[in-house]
């Protein structure tokens, strides 16, 4: 399978719960705009937390799905890595760019 064709697979995969995670990342961003670095490690737990429930939701309500993209060549550990590095990746950086602007 062609490189473009797994980004696309996996962009769609994280497709189905973006708006979730996102919204979880920018309430992490605007608590971390508000008290600083003392809830930095409250907030990486919730991050982890909501990550875990989001991968439990998905793995029992889109079970289907994931034969989709086996067939297509790509297993759910790939698809799991993959997406939900990104998604920490995102936090990481909104977090970090939070800090830069926090005045």
């Known amino acids: 399978m062609k490189f473009p064709a797994i980004i696309r697979l996996l ?21 971390y705009w508000e008290y600083g670095p003392p809830i930095l490690k409250v907030l990486a737990w919730f991050k982890l937390l909501t990550q875990g ?9 889109k ?3 994931f034969y989709y993209y086996r067939n297509l060549g790509l297993r759910d550990t790939v698809l799991w890595s993959v997406t939900l590095g990104l ?8 977090l970090i760019l939070t800090h830069q602007w926090r005045p």
């Open 87 to 94: 998604d920490m990746g995102l936090f990481i950086t909104l």
């Open 53 to 61: 429930l989001t991968w439990y939701f998905i793995r029992t309500y």
């Open 11 to 31: 962009l769609t995969f994280y497709k189905s719960f973006f708006l979730f995670s996102f919204l979880i990342t920018l309430s992490s961003a605007l608590l």
């Open 63 to 65: 079970k289907k799905e």
